[in-house]
């Protein structure tokens, strides 16, 4: 019985080593899901904060929609950076995410509500996007494209 056990304790190294590289992949490929989810999660998240300040500064004194450029780059810069002020200096919320990955337009909708819609896309990459293994045009290389859109009512 005791030189029964004394072998079997080979067999759980081995074994072990046998199943550390899938135990490494599952990690890393769960990992990399978190991220893109965290990362998701700020686009929206970032694109709803860009759409509440177009829509409580689209109206004009008249209260008609006025959709100007200065509106435009206002919400594309506090959507990229999270702030107002115009420092280019001031880092990307989202790595690669710049000014012109935002869209602002107005619409009306029903009997005259308008409305404001954000749109933003960004190329989320994962992390090992470099690995030299993957093919060139294998999206676990290339990534992937994230939109988020959201409409409000001007307020």
């Known amino acids: 019985m005791r030189r029964l056990r004394r072998t079997e304790g080979g067999f759980a190294v ?21 991220r893109a989810f965290y990362d998701y ?5 970032i694109t ?10 689209i109206l004009n004194s008249l209260q008609l929609p006025d959709l100007s450029s200065e509106l435009q780059a206002d919400v ?13 200096e001031e880092p990307a919320l989202l790595e690669g995410l710049s000014t012109d990955d935002v869209t602002v337009s ?17 190329q989320f990459r994962p992390l090992f996007s470099d ?13 992937f494209t994230m939109e988020s859109r959201i409409i409000m009512r001007a307020m």
Do not use: C, N
């Not at 081995?14 to 978190?34: H, N, R, S, T, Y």
């Not at 709803?48 to 500064?57: I, L």
């Open 48 to 57: 709803q904060t860009g759409a509440r300040y177009a829509s409580e500064h």
């Open 41 to 45: 999660t700020t686009l929206h998240k």
């Open 76 to 88: 594309a810069r506090l959507v990229v950076t999270g702030s107002l002020k115009d420092d280019p």
């Open 14 to 34: 081995l074994e072990f080593a046998a199943m550390l590289p899938f135990m490494f992949l599952m990690i890393v490929i769960v990992a990399e899901v978190a």
């Open 131 to 143: 690995f030299s293994l993957l093919s060139e045009d294998s999206p676990f290389r290339t990534g």
């Open 106 to 122: 107005s619409r009306v909708l029903g009997f005259y509500e308008p409305h404001v819609e954000v749109h933003v896309s960004w």
